[in-house]
């Protein structure tokens, strides 16, 4: 494919751990329903998920917070349960709740129906959301692709929806390891092909947002969450040289693992606020990049203490490539877009700043 | 007072580090709804408070949980609320929701109103309570006291009730840090008051449960919870010699902060289940005693599982005393009693066997 060459790469410089001018910045969720142009393309879609599996709905939105704020990157516009929905599990929102499933896992019978999707037939609509995106990005700035991590799939495959203990899998887990284990399997290969699609269809970074990692000991987050990203890691095709595509590893809660997780392989972690971006950074000892970490609280203080905090952000992780400014969760309907500028553009002038000192 | 003399020491010399000849159990919120027992004093309590501020009623539940369960503590049966409720915010339960307060601290003048209550006139129904369990425990087990940490309780009094993200007193505490420190001073004052009273009226240990701390960034932490659970363990008077009343600090999210709590002079340390205890045993040098740590979740697994899971709890912390064995947070009304019976007996059987070894 032909796309036109990037003019904005602090991103991925960052990513690979080389000199920036100012450190780059993008939000989780930054396309989404804090914005009004999001929500009148959204209520002009329908629904969540006609926007969503509409390739020109979903690179309208992903492009409207670009047009907004000094972003450095884009974010392909998606849900995070495409995979299992592929996977003929019925996704589907009720009014006022989060996402569901219709047929959730629950038997080792529906473990063993579970196949890997095919990606141009049944997730076609991501793939060629992520070509429309990048062709109509004209090389503002990259394009992230993304996947849930297959424990966090799998947390909502087997609750089959959200939850606030996750009893089911973590029953699952101690009950019937095996089962877990060849769910989570098809799940990873799933992952490894949706974002090898990804890339290929041009993306040029990719996340994993391990949402639930962080709610399990630590001996059962090594053997259902960390390993299957591990794996993802290393199998994943990512290109060489200056075609690599950076893997990062997001995860709520992911602190105490940082060490294992920059040994994976993975081009850069991202941290939610719980962890000193200063020490993440001593204890990977430069082996990674790291995306954070600002509580996304801070979007309800008052614009000076939104740079004040900013400012401690970026002095935390210190001079010195490898940092991509983030929050450290997503962006809410009900923060003020108003305050997101004064981030984004207080990462840009703080870190100039810093850079040029 | 006259109490009756101890029988079962094995919780507090747990505490103090001394042998003991299986490890100590007792379980959060092991006095409540998973208990038919519970259920029916409740009913016949007309009410949630009804039934805490009630010293006959609440002593009646305490008891409950002792006569079926092998159980090595008890713990006075109240609402983690009662504080702030006797500061005169007006403390009530809407139903189907959780715990709200009718006067919300939102303003300085808010704050500027409160003042440490009298134990004796607002609190004295706690008090009684206390005598009254200690008296009736007649020295089967020791009985613990309790309160909210002073963040915890002030997520509360600022949020006004339950909260899923914190955002007021998060913004609070960035915008207006000198408020929030206003309101966490006098609730530590009134916290001490009534550890002490506590104490007084015949607690043989107390924990401060600090369920919120881990919602906070580091820097936020020390500054707005750690900082005042460091004023308590310095300041409350603990008695002396074998009059020592030790202090547990249990915190939901604390992992990354135990050799700072251990360093407050507090006797132990409550953990939940995101750190191996043998980690935490290590970091913490044999200075605390350590409370935790299995998933309050392994109650939904089998039986065999949950003796598994005991097993592998008591191995992580490994030999020697400071263990007291506990879940990470507190048990559910929809689990089974009966399993909650296997894992008290798993504890005492498991340990007893290392022991002897």
Redesign the interface.
């Known amino acids: 494919m032909n796309f036109a060459p990037l003019k904005n790469d602090r991103f991925l410089r960052a990513l690979r751990r080389q000199p920036v001018d100012a450190t780059p910045v993008w939000i989780m969720r930054q396309a989404g329903r804090y914005l009004p142009e999001y929500r009148a393309t959204r209520a002009r879609a329908g629904s969540f998920l006609a926007l969503a599996k509409t390739p020109e709905l979903a690179c309208e939105v992903t492009l409207q917070p670009l047009d907004r704020f000094e972003l450095d990157a884009a974010i392909l516009f998606s849900d995070i349960l495409t995979v299992p929905d592929a996977m003929g599990l019925g996704l589907y929102f009720a009014e006022g709740e989060g996402p569901k499933f219709e047929r959730p896992i629950r038997t080792q019978a529906d473990v063993d129906r579970l196949a890997v999707p095919d990606m141009a037939q049944e997730l076609g609509y991501v793939i060629d959301a992520v070509t429309l995106i990048r062709r109509e990005l004209q090389g503002r700035v990259p394009l992230i692709g993304f996947s849930g991590s297959p424990w966090t799939l799998a947390c909502y495959m087997v609750e089959g929806g959200g939850s606030e203990?996750?009893?089911?899998i973590?029953?699952m887990a101690?009950?019937e390891p095996k089962a877990l284990h060849q769910l989570l399997e098809v799940t990873t290969d799933a992952v490894i092909a949706y974002l090898a699609a990804q890339r290929a269809a041009g993306a040029q970074a990719l996340q994993v947002f391990d949402t639930w990692g962080?709610v399990?000991?630590?001996?059962?987050y090594r053997e259902f969450s960390l390993r299957y990203m591990a794996r993802i890691a290393a199998e994943l095709d990512r290109g060489q040289g200056a075609e690599n595509t950076p893997l990062i590893l997001f995860g709520k809660?992911n602190?105490?693992y940082l060490e294992e997780l920059a040994s994976t392989g993975a081009e850069a972690l991202g941290v939610d606020?719980?962890?000193?971006l200063g020490?993440a950074r001593a204890r990977t000892g430069g082996r990674v990049a790291l995306q954070g970490n600002l509580?996304?609280?801070?979007l309800?203080?008052?614009a000076d203490?939104i740079r004040r905090?900013v400012a401690?952000t970026l002095e935390s992780y210190g001079h010195g490539p490898g940092h991509v400014f983030n929050l450290g969760h997503g962006v809410?309907p009900d923060m003020n877009p108003e305050l997101v500028r004064v981030l984004v553009d207080a990462v840009h002038e703080h870190s100039a700043r810093i850079y040029s000192i």
Request: charged share 25%.
């Open positions: 203990n996750f009893s089911r973590k029953a101690l009950n962080g399990l000991s630590p001996r059962l809660g602190a105490a606020w719980l962890v000193d020490e509580d996304p609280i801070t309800y203080a008052d203490t905090e401690t809410s």
